[in-house]
């Protein structure tokens, strides 16, 4: 089982910018599939970025161009760049594990993201 811890997360102004990072222990990472996931308040979680253990990525429409997902294996960390935050971005950005072989997920607590002037 992974274990995941979230951290970079503060306040920011608009067009400002931001880079998470989700630091995983307990298991091999290579061989997740992470993604970074949000939740506004009084909103949905929504996807907003994902990288293969392959490396490739994908993103949300409203990310693309601004947000870069990248992961490091030998640090066993995957990191969200967030450049040209809007107020819209706001929200608490959860880092989410999934091993396809087992179909096994494990989420981070979460980190909070503010953009505001």
């Known amino acids: 089982q992974v274990q995941l811890v979230e951290s970079g997360g503060g306040l920011v102004q608009p067009g400002g910018s931001l880079r998470l990072s989700c630091a995983a222990s307990g298991s091999i990472f290579s061989i997740y599939a992470m993604n970074w996931f949000r939740q506004a308040p009084g909103k949905q979680r929504e996807l907003v970025a994902t990288i293969t253990s392959g490396g490739r990525t994908s993103y949300a429409d409203f990310v693309k161009g601004r947000f870069i997902i990248s992961r490091d294996n030998a640090k066993n960390t995957v990191y969200l760049q967030m450049n040209s935050l809007k107020p819209e971005d706001t929200a608490v950005y959860s880092c989410?594990?999934?091993?396809?072989?087992?179909?096994?997920?494990?989420w981070g607590q979460g980190t909070q993201v503010t953009v505001s002037s």
């Open positions: 989410y594990a999934y091993r396809p072989d087992t179909q096994f997920g494990s």
